[in-house]
């Protein structure tokens, strides 16, 4: 069965640059959420998305902008890069309200 | 303010044995509960939930049990495999019927499982 699709699986970049992940949800599911994993953290919500319409946000730094597009796939953009954005970042979808969320492999963001 | 805790970061138990993880909340809108299975650089997979209505679920060797009073549920492996030595994340989610339903996570427990 097809699973959430994130790329790139790994990303390295320096300060202030900008990174831009991607997500391709399981086909038909029409939610998208982005979390962010520190080292030896729990996932943070950053932010979501119901019909290409953003439908929650939790801590998601002003620098980071994110949208849904019209095949449903994301894009979490990230501007400034800053040390402590490296983590690992991971993308869920789900069907409909009330169904789990299934995640995908995540990217790691390493900023130097 | 961690909504989800999960007070123990790590646990041991011999394989054949039941495993016990447990998690506590605070915030008293939650009514979905999830469990999360993960490795290292992979995605949570999911394993088992409980909606609030419910005080027990149970798929195979996974039971979730659900105690509302106490805001507080548990997992129970058993027996218990070296394959499930993992980091298992307990999560929530508050009002169904409404938009979002992002899940809130526990901070996990690291569970090994011994020969």
């Known amino acids: 069965a097809a699973g959430v699709i994130q790329s790139p699986r790994h990303l390295i970049k320096e300060k202030r640059e900008t990174a831009t992940l991607k997500c391709y949800p399981i086909?038909?599911?029409?939610?998208v959420y982005w979390y962010q994993q520190g080292p030896g953290q729990d996932p943070q919500f950053l932010i979501s998305?119901?019909?290409?319409?953003?439908?929650d946000k939790g801590s998601i730094p002003d620098r980071f902008s994110a949208q849904q597009f019209s095949d449903y796939h994301s894009e979490l953009n990230m501007s400034s890069l800053e040390l402590g954005d490296s983590a690992l970042y991971f993308c869920?979808?789900?069907?409909?309200?009330?169904?789990?969320?299934?995640f995908g492999s995540g990217t790691q963001l390493s900023v130097l | 303010d961690q909504q989800v805790k999960q007070n123990s970061p790590s646990l041991s138990v011999q394989e054949g044995r039941i495993s016990i993880l447990n998690c506590d909340y605070t915030n008293s809108m939650f009514d979905y509960f999830l469990w999360y299975k993960k490795y290292p650089a992979e995605g949570p997979t999911f394993l088992i939930s409980?909606?609030?209505?419910?005080d027990k679920n149970e798929d195979g060797r996974f039971t979730v049990f659900l105690n509302k009073s106490a805001k507080h549920l548990s997992l129970h492996i058993v027996p218990s495999q070296p394959g499930d030595s993992a980091v298992y994340f307990c999560a929530a989610s508050a009002g169904v019927t409404g938009g979002g339903n992002k899940l809130t996570f526990g901070t996990g427990t690291q569970l090994k499982v011994e020969l």
């Open positions: 086909p038909r599911h029409d939610t």
């Open positions: 409980i909606s609030s209505i419910k």
């Open positions: 869920a979808s789900r069907k409909e309200l009330g169904e789990k969320l299934f």
């Open positions: 998305f119901y019909e290409k319409m953003q439908s």
